[in-house]
């Protein structure tokens, strides 16, 4: 019997299930943070684990650590990530991820004073925050600040960019 290495196996981005981009900002020392959680829902269809996998690996083919460094994208203008910020809308785009969320208005306005979002693409799956469904500010604090989301995440710190350069 032979078997293939999934470092070997093409990457298929449905392997990635339905990903998820949302904004938010949080009270920092220095000011607003703004904030950008991407994930899977989990919903591939070799399921969560698959999911989880898929994104792991879409990290590590971007240059992404997770669980490591923080990666400063403003110091590595090869980084295949970019954040475009334009009239109320923010739009995330890599390999197989072109994301584009409204962000409420101190999210647009955290950013516009510091340049930059901190991005935080997670391999955690979270099922329950589907596109379009209220996501209440509690489910997201707790997703988003426990240690399964944030161990297992490429961190960036993502300059903005606007089409007026």
Do not use: I
């Not at 298929?12 to 020392?29: H, I, K, M, N, Y």
């Not at 979270?126 to 426990?146: N, V």
């Amino acid at each position: 019997m032979t078997s293939t290495s999934s470092d070997s196996r093409p990457f298929r981005a449905a392997d990635l299930g339905t990903l998820v981009v949302v904004a938010w900002s949080g009270e920092a020392p220095d000011g607003d943070m703004p904030y950008l959680l991407a994930y899977t829902l989990g919903d591939a269809a070799d399921g969560p684990e698959a999911s989880a996998a898929a994104v792991a690996r879409l990290l590590a083919d971007n240059g992404l650590p997770v669980g490591g460094d923080l990666v400063d994208g403003a110091s590595r203008p090869s980084l295949p990530l970019s954040l475009l910020v334009e009239a109320g809308t923010a739009v995330v785009n890599m390999p197989y991820l072109n994301a584009q969320c409204a962000p409420p208005p101190e999210w647009l306005a955290a950013v516009g004073e510091r340049g930059y979002a901190y991005f935080v693409f997670t391999t955690r799956p979270w099922p329950e925050a589907e596109p379009g469904k209220p996501l209440a500010p509690e489910a997201l604090a707790a997703f988003a600040g426990a240690d399964e989301t944030l161990n297992f995440a490429a961190h960036v710190v993502l300059p903005a960019r606007s089409l007026r350069g």
